[in-house]
């Protein structure tokens, strides 16, 4: 495949030309009346042709619009490309191909798709993108727009092959835990694709994401599970931290001496009290006091 690369297209000033043109005409004009005056018709050997030259030339005027370019095509052959906005007159044989240099976005459809542990999930992403070589926007694919979403879905159907959906190790990435570097990475996935038609991938981001809705209600209840599981275990870290604390403080200070049998107990009743869901009611021993 031929490698295309933009270049500037030679052009002319629109105005410029436009006076041109007119005074092609004008001097059209008088020598017809010259012509008919004198009835001389040998001034139509210079007349026909001004006036061919004076029609072909209307066609090379064109308007660049701001964040537009034209690239220019004479006879299959790329001629350049004219990115500056305004009034200009090129080659009128050439064919002039708008390219639109303005940021676009692409809003992908939801797309269901297995995650990294087999779990089907709804996923949709936003891609915000522009064309930076038009050159190969328009000779490099077929439809540098309908390229743009079919790439961007495959790289997010792919994307999210890669992670799953939700992880419980920490040093592990995942498409709900870590949507920062997870929309970098889409970045980067989706212009190794587009690179080919000089597009620039400016923001990418997950913009939906769910569990398919055949497994959300069991997903929510493993979640809740989950959550609960975390909570215990922080629970009972600090209780056992508080148990020991205690213990060294009657023991340091000398307040009670407690032997094994007692500071087990000590310890279950503590424990009950404070990893309990339920206030704990005090129970008074008394019996020691007679």
């Known amino acids: ?21 007119v005074l092609i005409f004008v001097v059209c004009a008088i020598l017809l009346i010259g012509g008919i005056n004198t009835e001389d018709t040998g001034i139509l050997y210079f007349l026909i042709p001004l006036l061919i030259i004076g029609f072909v030339s209307f066609g090379g005027f064109m308007i660049v619009q701001p964040n537009e370019s034209r690239v220019l095509i004479l006879f299959g052959k790329y001629n350049g490309t004219v990115r500056e906005s305004g009034f200009w007159w090129v080659n009128p044989f050439t064919t002039k191909r708008k390219v639109s240099l303005r940021i676009h976005n692409f809003n992908s459809e939801k797309i269901k798709v297995n995650d990294l542990h087999g779990n089907p999930i709804e996923i949709a992403a936003v891609i915000v993108w522009r064309v930076i ?21 495959t790289a997010i159907r792919g994307l999210a092959m890669e992670y799953a959906y939700d992880s419980s190790e920490e040093d592990k ?4 835990g870590n949507p920062q570097e997870i929309a970098d990475q889409l970045k980067k996935l989706v212009q190794s694709r587009l690179e080919v038609a000089g ?8 913009s939906h994401l769910a569990y398919a809705p055949e497994i959300a209600q069991a997903m929510l209840r493993r979640q809740q599970a989950q959550a609960v599981v975390a909570a215990r275990t922080k629970i009972v870290e600090g209780a056992v931290g508080m148990v ?8 340091e200070q000398h307040i009670v001496d407690l032997d094994n049998e007692r500071k087990a107990t ?8 404070l990893v309990s869901e339920v206030q704990a009611q005090p129970v008074i021993n ?4 007679y």
């Open 173 to 176: 990435f995942s498409l709900r």
């Open 199 to 206: 597009v620039e991938i400016i923001e990418s981001r997950i």
């Open 1 to 21: 495949m031929e490698a295309i690369t933009e270049k500037n297209a030679k052009r002319a000033n629109g105005f410029l030309m436009l006076v041109i043109v």
């Open 266 to 273: 000590m310890v279950n009743n503590l424990m009950v009290a």
């Open 286 to 289: 008394a019996g020691s006091l």
């Open 133 to 153: 070589d038009s050159a190969r926007a328009i000779f490099d694919v077929q439809n540098y727009e309908q390229f743009v979403a079919i790439q961007s879905e």
């Open 244 to 251: 020991d604390m205690a213990l060294k403080a009657l023991s």
